[in-house]
């Protein structure tokens, strides 16, 4: 066993990026994946069938040259687009200059991508059908269940887990050495539905748009895909008079979609055979520490720090963290000091995104009808013309900038505080006064 081979748990996104980056830079990679090869077998990319790429992820996809090929997949959203329950629809722009875009892209096909990319290294081997169910971080060996069903012991050199949210890779650190390993669960559910393409491949809505229909407690959005298809999804509580524990029935379906959602439903042919043979998935969030063990173990992307989908920035965080792991291996020749350093730089950004996604549930299902949301987003882009180096709405911070998720959520906090005191008293960012406002980042420390 050669220093140079490094174990992978989980080819997903996360994953298969992590091996390409590793393979740039000579590493033999092994890694074990519980599904069959999605680029030969029809099975389900995931969690969700598509996703919203931005900034810090295609950052990544750049410094490993993958950008070109991933441009193909993509599908530009430029903001919300948001429905509310009399059938009205009003476009809220995500920012104000032209790349302040987002990409809505098939999870399975970059996934795919991202395989091939792998393989055509020559230094990745990809197990497929083989799950890692646990390891012994004294001796250094992997239990992997085969397709056969029978488990098997592996040796490793070190390992990273890239194993999604139910990380066997977690469980075992943090046996070992754990100080907290937290699942939060958010009481909602999603289940996804689809509208699709209308005649000759037609987009029958908006299609540079990421659709919201928000109603308080619960929503639904939808998100284009290349095939003028929309993939939809509905977030609602798990129990309660509005609840998936609750719509039960078809009778109960109808009524609530021609109470909620009368525009949307028309577009829904299958709604029925959808909402009920689709599966009703879980939300949580996974907070844990540490999320390495000496030189052996690394946790990355969601086995360290699964977030709820809300601001668009699971996989983008993950793509993020194997940047940031692949610039400390540059660095550092000592392993133990390559996972410390990636674990201290991901930490305080894995939960500041976590918290964030949260706050964007409540904002999306709710603050986006509200006309205080709307004049304080107004305010927000009229600071951002008048002072682009000393202010940047949050949102675009999180979105279309490189800053520290943290550090974002601390200047947010900041923000709110001004827009809640220039939002006293107008009606319209018109009204604002340029010196006042000034003179309230200064107060600000801004």
Known sequence: MTDNRITLAGAGLVGSLLAVFLAKRGYQVGIFERRPDMRRTDISAGRSINLALANRGIRALEAVGLMEEVNKLLLPMRGRMVHDLQGNSNFQAYGQKPHEVIYSVSRAELNKLMLNAAEQSGRVKIHFEHQVTGLDLDS???SVSGPDGQSREHPFNRIIGTDGAGSAVREALMAKAGRYNKE???????????????????????KDALHIWPRGGFMLIALPNLDGSFTVTLFMPNQGDISFGSIDTADKLDSFFSTYFADLKALIPNLQQEYFDNPT?????????????????????????????????????????????????DEEQDWARIFEKTENLRFANGNAIADMAIENYLEMRDSVLQSDYLLKKQIAFKLEQWFPERFTPRYAMVMFHHLPYAEAQRLGEIHKKILAQLAEGVSSAEQL?????????????L
């Open 433 to 445: 006064d340029k010196t006042q406002a000034e003179s309230v980042l200064a107060s600000a420390g």
């Open 140 to 142: 250094n060996r992997l």
């Open 281 to 329: 998935s879980r939300l949580a969030t996974v907070r844990c520490a540490p999320w390495h063990y000496q030189d052996k173990a690394l946790l990355l992307g969601d086995a360290a720090h699964a977030v709820v989908p809300f601001h668009g920035q699971g996989m983008n965080c993950g793509f993020e963290d194997a940047l940031d792991f692949s610039k400390v291996l």
């Open 184 to 206: 939060e669960p958010l009481g909602h559910c999603y289940k996804e539905l689809c509208i699709p393409p209308g005649p000759n491949g037609s987009f029958q809505i908006a």
